[in-house]
């Protein structure tokens, strides 16, 4: 059996769950649940990054320390993602033990290799980025380019990553490993930061106690991204001592916000590098979510609060939306009427029609059995070929591709109702050979939607008069044109997604 490790970024406990984090958290779970249905053991992280200046200052404001300003926020994220039915196996906080020891035996690999070096800097930095930048990088005012806030000065004896020393061989790792970085205009960004020059980037704080000391100098504190992204190895025990983590590592997919491209892309592994580790299989890298052309963060104020979007549309609406509506590594501009607009359209009529449709047939025309497929139905071979495309385009990572191939067969079952139109028919044979291959497209649609709608899948699933969850088919075995075997109960129930006036 093959392992599929993936990750999300781990979240800053200075604001609350908002839909940007969402986004980023459900296409990893769905991916996940994907790698499920293939037959991998999957193991899916998401968490929160706790330390650093700009958890201190929010801890700060809030009269707490940090780490109790941390315990407060860590299990509102850890909540929305039940809430959104995120199967993540995982949560790591980088307070957690196993992750102090992790981060100290990358940092202790780092500097023995030599890589790491005492220096002095001088500069600006954003608290918000957690990150110096240059004059040149400035907005007009010394405005930090990302957040347009002021930057601080700032002079500190630090030690610095030798980042500039691995030019030459994160190129030749991209060149070799051509397709690691998805989508691939995303890719080109990553080889653009390379070959605009490396900074080496210092990894260590005096000014700021908050943080994990280093091993050989600790009145120096690690700089937050190094600890931070040390997080997707110590989930699976690097630093316990043992090469247990190597059956986990290297990850197949970071997912991340084309915001961190540098540190996973670049930073990342260079590090890895130096340190001895293997490099990540894959990155795949989301666009923004924009809200009126802004990305959605605390400090722009637009923040939009996934679990009131739940209110609207349920959590598979919800989760539906932000896979199908955005191409994965482009933005997406979130508003309320996109989100109904998609939901009325995909999930009420199309999904929601097909399943209330067939159900009352065959209530009405197959005495609430349902009949089996046949062979040679037309839609069988529509059938296969939308599994082996919803399959090429997860496995591109490209859930709204993915779900618009599951769709077509969604159409295509729609447009074989219409044609034979199996409700003015008298009960029999024929109408009998009709339903039957609608069930079937059905049951396939059911198991290649899981993943997106893992409720609402189950639910439909049983309807269907299927037992067992969804979530143990097989994609191959189990989407193979005729498992739907008859004579079991096919049972209406309320609207599965009720249309939203
Ligand atoms: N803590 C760092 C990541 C460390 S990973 C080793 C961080 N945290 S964050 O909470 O500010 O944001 C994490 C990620 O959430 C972003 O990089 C991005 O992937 C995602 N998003 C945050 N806001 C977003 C949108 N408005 N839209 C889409 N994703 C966004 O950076």
């Not at 995120?86 to 780092?110: K, M, S, Y």
């Not at 989760?319 to 109904?340: E, H, M, P, Q």
């Not at 077509?408 to 044979?429: D, F, Q, R, V």
């Not at 309807?463 to 989407?479: E, F, N, S, Y």
Request: proline share 5%; charged share 25%; hydrophobic share 40%.
């Amino acid at each position: 059996m093959s392992r599929f490790y993936a990750t999300t970024p781990i979240y800053y406990v200075n604001a609350e769950p908002h839909l940007g984090h969402a986004y980023t958290t459900i296409v990893g779970d769905a991916l996940s649940r994907w790698h499920r249905l293939l037959g991998d053991e999957v193991l899916y992280l998401t968490g929160t990054d706790e330390h650093g200046l700009k958890i201190q200052q929010a801890a700060d404001a809030a009269g707490l320390a940090p780490k109790d300003f941390a315990d407060q926020i860590a299990p509102k994220f850890a909540d929305a993602w039940q809430r959104l039915d995120i199967a993540n196996d995982d949560f790591i906080r980088t307070t957690e033990e196993r992750h102090r020891a992790a981060v100290r035996e990358l940092l202790q690999r780092c500097y023995d290799a030599g890589d790491i070096e005492l220096d002095t800097y001088r500069g600006k930095y954003c608290v918000a980025c957690e990150e110096y930048f240059t004059e040149d990088e400035l907005l007009e005012g010394s405005l930090c380019p990302v957040h347009k806030r002021p930057v601080d000065d700032f002079e500190e004896e630090n030690y610095f990553f030798r980042l500039s020393r691995f030019e030459d061989r994160l190129l030749e790792h991209y060149r070799t490993h051509p397709n690691a970085i998805v989508p691939e205009f995303r890719a080109n960004e990553a080889l653009g930061l390379i070959r605009s020059g490396l900074r080496d980037f210092s990894v260590s704080r005096t000014s700021l106690s908050w943080g994990i000391p280093l091993p050989w100098d600790p009145a120096h504190v690690a700089y937050v991204w190094f600890d931070a992204l040390t997080n997707y190895l110590a989930a699976v025990g690097f630093g316990d001592g043992t090469d247990r983590y190597q059956d986990w590592w290297p990850v197949n997919y970071h997912l991340i916000g084309k915001d961190i491209i540098r540190h996973h892309c670049v930073y990342w592994p260079a590090m890895l590098m130096s340190a001895g580790v293997e490099l990540p299989r894959g990155w795949a890298v989301g666009g923004w979510l924009l809200v009126d052309g802004e990305k959605m963060a605390k400090s722009s104020g637009n923040v939009v609060t996934p679990l009131d979007l739940v209110d609207i549309v349920g959590v598979d609406g919800f989760r539906y939306y932000v896979l199908a509506d955005t191409a994965y590594g482009n933005d997406g501009d979130f508003s309320y009427d996109g989100l109904v607009g998609r939901y009325n359209a995909d999930l009420a009529n199309n999904l929601g029609n097909l399943a209330a449709r067939v159900a009352t047939v065959v209530a009405k025309k197959c005495g609430g059995v349902g009949p089996a497929p046949s062979a040679d139905s037309a839609l069988a071979e529509i059938a296969t070929a939308v599994v082996a495309d919803t399959t090429r385009r997860w496995d591109e990572v490209a859930p709204h591709r993915a779900l618009e191939a599951t769709w077509s067969l969604i159409h295509a079952a729609n447009s074989y109702l219409e044609t034979h139109e199996p409700w003015k028919m008298e009960p029999g044979a024929a109408v009998d050979a009709v339903m039957g291959d609608a069930l079937e497209a059905l049951r396939l649609v059911t198991i290649l939607a899981s993943p997106a709608l893992p409720g609402t899948a189950q639910v439909l699933w049983e309807r269907l008069g299927m037992t067992g969850a969804v979530t143990d088919q097989r994609i191959g075995p189990d989407t193979e044109w005729g498992g739907y075997l008859g004579g079991v109960n096919v049972t209406k129930g309320d609207p599965l997604f009720p249309r939203i006036t």
